[in-house]
């Protein structure tokens, strides 16, 4: 059946993943695709251009989604701008180019432009009744909310949160922290970091420790 046309009641699901780094958020997202994918439905999955973390734009970042980006159900691509794609994708279903999909996928969703009100009401009226699952991280380590993650959260109609563990007294964690600090973060290009690897996960103890018991105020836009 085709999934984004016909006469049924528009439905718009978004569902969120998140949590702090290295809290197991595109496992989850590997997770919900395998349930499509299992069931030979067609989906999309879509990660950010500007994340090189990896090594390669050829696929989203970790080594569990390879066997699933190769099935011949999962359509799959790198992007700056999610809106002008997505309308890409629309016109190439409408043309007979690619198979309906069932499902949309969006890994690192903080790192794409093109968010807005008139995305999610323009997808609401194309998309009709395919979920959309995103994921991320909602914060910066300075625990500053990103400019997607205000415009996507009123239209998230649910959110899995996970929690990492704390590298320094093993607790559950929801923060994370830059090892060199705040000066050697502001003394940064850009916050696309290569990995995680420069971070740490802590919990709130600890994160109280780490920033001296005071906000973090980074001069760099998260």
């Known amino acids: 059946m085709n999934r984004i046309t016909g006469n049924r009641r528009l439905k718009l699901y978004v569902r969120l993943l998140t949590g702090p780094m290295k809290g197991g958020k595109t496992r989850n997202l590997v997770k919900y695709m395998e349930r499509y994918i299992l069931a030979k439905q067609y989906i999309y999955a879509i990660s950010p251009k500007m994340d090189t973390r990896a090594g390669s734009h050829n696929s989203l970042v970790t080594q569990e989604l390879h066997g699933l980006l190769s099935s011949p159900y999962c359509y799959n691509t790198v992007q700056t701008n999610i809106f002008d794609f997505l309308k890409e994708v629309k016109e190439m279903i409408d043309g007979g180019d690619i198979e309906p999909i069932s499902a949309i996928f969006v890994d690192e969703f ?97 994160y109280t420790k780490a920033t001296g018991g005071k906000p973090v105020y980074s001069d760099l836009k998260e």
């Open 110 to 206: 903080f790192m794409f432009e093109g968010w807005s009100k008139e995305f999610f009401y323009w997808y609401q009226q194309n998309f009709n009744d395919v979920p959309l699952t995103i994921a991320g991280i909602i914060n910066g380590w300075s625990c500053d909310t990103f400019k997607a993650t205000s415009i996507v959260l009123p239209f998230v109609d649910s959110i899995k949160r996970e929690r990492a563990i704390c590298e320094r007294c093993g607790k559950d964690a929801n923060y994370f922290f830059y090892k060199g600090g705040v000066e050697a973060w502001n003394s940064r290009k850009d916050c696309i970091d290569e990995g995680c690897n420069n971070f740490e996960c802590l919990c709130a103890e600890c």
